[in-house]
Every structure is written in structure tokens, then in C-alpha cells.
């Protein structure tokens, strides 16, 4: 129906910067907000970063100043440029996106996740 697949994540050290992207197919008349999750080692999946259709966004305070969420609507596709990293931000990534599958009908889909290592 609708897929959202990862991209980006990787092994990288304190201080650097990695860019996830996130791209939805399949049968979408429109996407309302998109977001980005992250979920620890025996902790609970958090809230990032989310975008709205109109371009607001939200950021969690741990990552405000080095975080950006972005989207490109022609795409489907939602972004997050994550910079000056540190270990606490060691995560698996997921993105998620409210997904109009009609004019009335919205549903929320998930991607698989990407891993994100933060270690020297």
C-alpha cells in the first residue's frame, strides 16, 4: 500500500554530521505531517524533529540548534540533517508520515528504521 524506506544512517564520530532521508510510495493522494523517531537501547521511542505540510517544524530540546528537519513534497520525502552528533544520539531512526490515502481517509505509516552509531 505505502512503504517509507530509510536511508542515511551509519557509524560516525562525535562531532560529525550524518543526513537520513525518508521517501513514502505507493498510492498517496497527499502527506500530512512528517517526523522523525528515535528509539535507544532500553528506552522508549522519542520525537525528534516534525514538519508540517506547511513547513512548521518542531524539534525536541536535546537536538535543537543541531537538528533540521526539511521535506520536498514533489518527493514524498522527508530529511533530517543531524549535526555536531554525540553518543547520547546513538539510536535506531525511524521517520514517520500521516498519510492521506484520499481525501478523507489518513493513516500513519512507519519506516524500518535506520541505525545511527555515535562512537569514536
Known amino acids: 500500500q505505502v512503504q517509507l524506506v530509510e536511508s542515511g544512517g551509519g557509524l560516525v564520530q562525535p562531532g560529525g554530521s550524518l543526513r537520513l532521508s525518508c521517501a513514502a510510495s505507493?498510492?498517496?493522494?497527499?502527506?500530512?505531517?512528517m517526523g522523525w523517531y528515535r528509539q535507544a537501547p532500553g528506552k522508549q521511542r522519542e520525537l525528534v524533529a516534525g514538519?508540517?505540510?506547511?513547513?512548521?517544524?518542531n524539534y525536541a530540546d536535546s537536538v535543537k540548534g543541531r537538528f533540521t528537519i526539511s521535506r520536498d513534497d514533489a518527493k514524498n520525502t522527508v530529511y533530517l540533517q543531524m549535526n555536531s552528533l554525540n553518543v547520547e544520539d546513538t539510536a535506531v531512526y525511524y521517520c514517520?508520515?500521516?498519510?492521506?490515502?484520499?481525501?478523507?481517509?489518513?493513516?500513519?505509516?512507519w519506516g524500518q528504521g535506520t541505525q545511527v552509531t555515535v562512537s569514536s
Open positions: 514517520k508520515a500521516d498519510v492521506f490515502l484520499s481525501i478523507s481517509t489518513m493513516k500513519p505509516f
Open positions: 505507493g498510492i498517496i493522494f497527499s502527506i500530512g505531517e
Open positions: 514538519i508540517t505540510r506547511g513547513g512548521g517544524s
